[in-house]
T-cell receptor, first 113, second 112 residues
């Protein structure tokens, strides 16, 4: 098991473009979380999946953001019409029901020009 | 709502010095508490955790005790090494679905 992986690791895009990030959780983990981390801040919760169901979305997740986990395995996070304020590190974490610990991927660093 | 406040950094210490990074929290109930560490160029890693009052989490020489009466979870290490240089995040497991709520992080630099 190689842990949580994320792709791409870095993304530079122009304002107004759409971007999509992928997260592959640890294989037996049924819970998957997305967080956003801006410079000098701790990660902030965006959304949560249990299996394929998206059970909670933060108010930080504007209408331009959408996340899916179609088969209860990998997840994608799409940002439409990117803005400079979307520049951040996007982190994915996974855990197993009943376990307290969340395991984080390396993150995708997004820069919107 | 739930929140975590941790000591502002950066913290610069000499090797073998004693480390304390303060963390206090506000939460309903008794959440599990965590310290995560982010080494340069790497992802967040769990350092230690405590799930109930008076529990002590420990790992790699670091310790933190869950203090309900002071709503604190301070991180300590008796003798830091250069390799401990990293950003340390205190967090609690809150929210309706168990998402983590993080402090802003404390950057530690250890000089030889």
């Amino acid at each position: 098991d190689t842990g949580v992986s994320q792709d791409p690791r870095h993304k530079i895009t122009k304002r107004g473009q759409n971007v999509t990030f992928r997260c592959d959780p640890i294989s037996e983990h049924n819970r998957l979380y997305w967080y956003r981390q801006t410079l000098g801040q701790g990660p902030e919760f965006l959304t949560y999946f249990q299996n394929e169901a998206q059970l909670e979305k933060s108010r930080l997740l504007s209408d331009r953001f959408s996340a899916e986990r179609p088969k209860g395995s990998f997840s994608t996070l799409e940002i439409q019409r990117t803005e400079q304020g979307d520049s951040a590190m996007y982190l994915c974490a996974s855990s197993f029901s009943g376990e307290e610990t969340q395991y984080f991927g390396p993150g995708t660093r997004l820069l919107v020009l | 709502g739930d929140s975590v406040t941790q000591m502002e950094g950066p913290v610069t210490l000499s090797e073998e010095a004693f480390l304390t990074i303060n963390c206090t929290y506000t939460a309903t109930g008794y959440p599990s508490l965590f310290w995560y560490v982010q080494y340069p160029g790497e992802g967040l890693q769990l350092l230690l955790k405590a799930t109930k009052a008076d529990d002590k989490g420990s790992n790699k020489g670091f310790e933190a005790t869950y203090r309900k009466e002071t709503t604190s979870f301070h991180l300590e290490k008796g003798s830091v090494q250069v390799s401990d240089s990293a950003v340390y995040f205190c967090a609690l497991r809150g929210g309706s679905q168990g998402n983590l709520i993080f402090g802003k992080g404390t950057k530690l630099s250890v000089k030889p």
